[in-house]
């Protein structure tokens, strides 16, 4: 979707690298994903669920931008 979208920003995190991170993010499973601080996904999520959270993440007006971090 960042590929696709200058509005959608990904970020990639190694939690054997990034332990405080990891922790604070409360990783357990790999992969996790968090949009917007608010969804979180642990391991593999359907594509349609994971699209239906990142549309409702962003909101209505499609105006926020949308930052996906595993």
């Given at each position: 979707?960042?590929?696709a979208?200058?509005?959608v920003r990904s970020t990639s995190i190694e939690a054997q690298e990034f332990m405080e991170l990891a922790r604070a993010y409360q990783v357990s499973a790999?992969?996790?994903?968090?949009?917007n601080d608010r969804v979180e996904f642990?391991?593999?999520a359907p594509e349609?669920?994971?699209l239906?959270?990142?549309q409702?993440?962003?909101g209505d007006g499609g105006d926020?931008?949308?930052e996906a971090t595993p």
């Amino acid at each position: 979707m960042a590929l696709a979208s200058s509005r959608v920003r990904s970020t990639s995190i190694e939690a054997q690298e990034f332990m405080e991170l990891a922790r604070a993010y409360q990783v357990s499973a790999v992969p996790k994903i968090v949009l917007n601080d608010r969804v979180e996904f642990m391991g593999a999520a359907p594509e349609a669920m994971f699209l239906e959270a990142v549309q409702a993440t962003a909101g209505d007006g499609g105006d926020e931008e949308v930052e996906a971090t595993p």
